[in-house]
């Protein structure tokens, strides 16, 4: 008996700590309903506030943009007050009305007449105009050409305890190669330098706002680097966060295609979040997915010199690159040493920038073998071409300005014809040759060209070189044009390097200032100009002329033999047109005597020009 009712006893215990368990877990469960209905009710409130923000900013935006407008309409009205009352004062010291006055106030007094008109006859200073003054607004719109808010801040470096000061580079503001793309683009300093040329970037939204961003130009794509920092990092490093899923979900409700692009870092801190997009592109070679490497950007890899110049001293890496420069003052420290001396084991991709900025790299100043790594560097591929790869593989258009060249060649002596057709057969990337010449020309040309287009116009006898160049340029069809002399010697490498200059400079007309020349009756070999390298000029050899198709179309060229490229840089000066010197190199000017190179160029060596130009 005493063993069931202790069994019973046990059993009601039980049951007593099982209802309490089970009352605290109903008490745990109101309490959690309790909190989640609180935060939902939160979440709402939220909502309606963001929203409610949202519709403030709309507001705001409209009211400032109301008070820009009364702004600038009463700047205007002051502006015009300000003009009537200059224009009354021009009148009353004008000499006419002075003379008026003076005669008005003299005409019953002799005297006071002569004193009038004396005094009337003296100059009297006009004041001056007045000038529209600019109008201050509350929010200035943000200047969103590329680089406009990416400039350098480091003017100064240290060297062994001295201290230099540095003109900075000054970064361009564009222009874009496709503008009619638009791209999100989340990515750190360096790799957002490269890409902002390539399209209309938006950059700066954060996981809070891109919604509120993002609407205000729909992108075409969304391209996500493996940042290391920022308000994006701790969202795509590891477990994707919530700001990210928001983020491609909003894209995949519009038809947005999404882009993640390893660059650093461990692939597998990352692999969870690059998983969640469409397309994955690695500059890893270790790692299995497409590759997509850095390449120079045009835009700020380039040999354009600072306006202070070069240091005369060879630099280490670390002397040329201490830590914390951002990007925009790294591209400064490109262009400022003699030489960049880099260890093994720098990256290739730094390797190409520094050589893409005309640096020498090695231990000493050798303007040849820089020039060659920078033919190299572009060789290995521009952010243009690597872009194009992108967009191909993942469906989106990559169509963007060419560099195609038509070539115009009047030969005027037959015996320059074969000269001249070797000299242009050996320039890569010729689509169209307009030759202008004996008849022979037509079939010679097409045989020693067999893949280029040619087309053939015999000349009158009595045509000027600028007729015949004028008569050929309406049949060019490519978006450049250049012009070739038959007497001269130009190497393999001659248009590519020129057209090179297109992809960083502004100017419409590209050629050389600085030149080697070859004078048959002495001998001598000189160079022109040697410091005109890279630079906007007010002319250049004619020989040299490379120009952009419609800008040549408008200018023209003067009816003459001799002198016709003065003529057309006068007009360039005239007009406006930027011209630009390239490099020294791939050209040799030809001439049996000329006494105004003679007096104008350094002698180099008697002997021939080409290994010193041809390289």
Request: net charge neutral; hydrophobic share 40%.
């Amino acid at each position: 008996m005493s063993t069931e009712l202790e069994s019973t006893r046990r059993a009601l215990r039980d049951a007593v700590a099982q209802a309490e368990r089970a009352a605290e877990l109903a008490r745990l469960l109101d309490a959690a309903q309790a909190r989640l209905a609180e935060a939902e009710q939160r979440a709402e409130e939220a909502k309606a506030l963001a929203e409610q923000l949202s519709e403030t900013e709309e507001r705001l935006a409209a009211e400032q943009a109301a008070a820009d407008k009364l702004r600038k309409e009463l700047a205007e009205q002051r502006f015009q007050a300000e003009v009537a009352n200059w224009k009354l004062s021009s009148i009353k010291v004008a000499r006419w009305n002075r003379l008026g006055d003076a005669i008005k106030s003299g005409k019953s007094n002799p005297v006071r007449l002569a004193r009038g008109l004396k005094g009337a006859a003296k100059p009297v200073k006009r004041p001056t105009a007045p000038k529209r003054k600019p109008v201050a607004t509350a929010n200035r719109p943000k200047d969103e050409r590329p680089g406009a808010a990416f400039q350098a801040t480091t003017s100064t470096r240290t060297l062994g305890g001295a201290q230099f000061k540095l003109k900075p580079f000054r970064v361009p503001t564009g222009p874009n190669t496709r503008p009619h793309l638009t791209a999100a683009v989340i990515a750190d300093p360096h790799a957002e330098a490269l890409l902002r040329y390539e399209w209309r970037q938006t950059t700066g939204f954060t996981p809070r706002d891109f919604a509120r961003v993002l609407p205000l130009e729909v992108p075409h794509l969304l391209v996500v680097e493996s940042v290391t920092q920022g308000p994006w990092a701790e969202e795509i490093i590891g477990e994707p966060g919530e700001g990210l899923k928001s983020l491609l979900a909003w894209c995949a409700e519009r038809g947005i295609r999404t882009v993640f692009w390893h660059t650093k870092g461990d692939v597998s801190a990352y692999a969870q979040a690059a998983d969640l997009f469409e397309h994955r592109f690695t500059a890893d070679l270790t790692v299995a997915w497409p590759r997509l490497q850095f390449g120079v950007q045009p835009r700020v890899h380039n040999p354009l010199p600072l306006s202070g110049g070069r240091i005369d001293r060879v630099l280490t890496l670390d002397q040329l690159l201490p830590e914390h420069l951002t990007y925009p003052d790294v591209l400064t420290s490109y262009r400022w040493p003699a030489a960049a001396d880099c260890p093994p084991g720098t990256p290739q991709w730094r390797l190409a920038e520094i050589a893409a900025c005309g640096t020498p790299i090695g231990t000493e100043a050798d303007s040849r073998r820089a020039h060659v790594a920078l033919r190299r560097a572009y060789a290995m591929g521009t952010m243009s071409e690597r872009i194009d790869e992108m967009l191909d593989a993942i469906g989106l258009p990559s169509a963007r300005p060419t560099l195609n060249t038509s070539v115009l060649l009047p030969i005027v002596d037959p015996y320059t014809m074969e000269h001249a057709l070797a000299q242009v057969a050996r320039q890569p990337g010729v689509d169209q040759l307009i030759v202008i010449g004996p008849p022979e020309a037509e079939l010679r040309a097409r045989d020693v060209l067999p893949d280029v287009e040619v087309i053939h116009r015999r000349p009158a006898p009595s045509m000027t070189v600028g007729a015949m160049l004028n008569a050929g340029i309406d049949l060019c069809e490519a978006d450049l044009v250049a012009v070739m002399d038959p007497r001269d010697v130009y190497g393999s490498h001659y248009l590519s390097d020129l057209r090179r200059a297109f992809l960083f400079s502004t100017a419409d007309i590209v050629g050389k200032a600085a030149f080697y020349a070859h004078l048959r009756k002495p001998q001598a070999t000189l160079l022109k100009q040697p410091e005109a390298e890279y630079t906007y000029l007010p002319e250049i050899a004619g020989g040299t002329l490379l120009a952009r198709r419609n800008a040549l179309r408008e200018l023209g060229f003067a009816d003459l033999t001799e002198g016709w490229d003065e003529v057309l840089m006068r007009q360039c000066r005239t007009d406006g047109v930027k011209v630009f010197s390239a490099d020294r190199f791939g050209y040799v000017r030809v001439r049996d005597e000329d006494r105004w190179l003679l007096g104008a160029a350094q002698l180099v060596e008697y002997g021939s020009a080409e290994p010193h130009a041809l390289i």
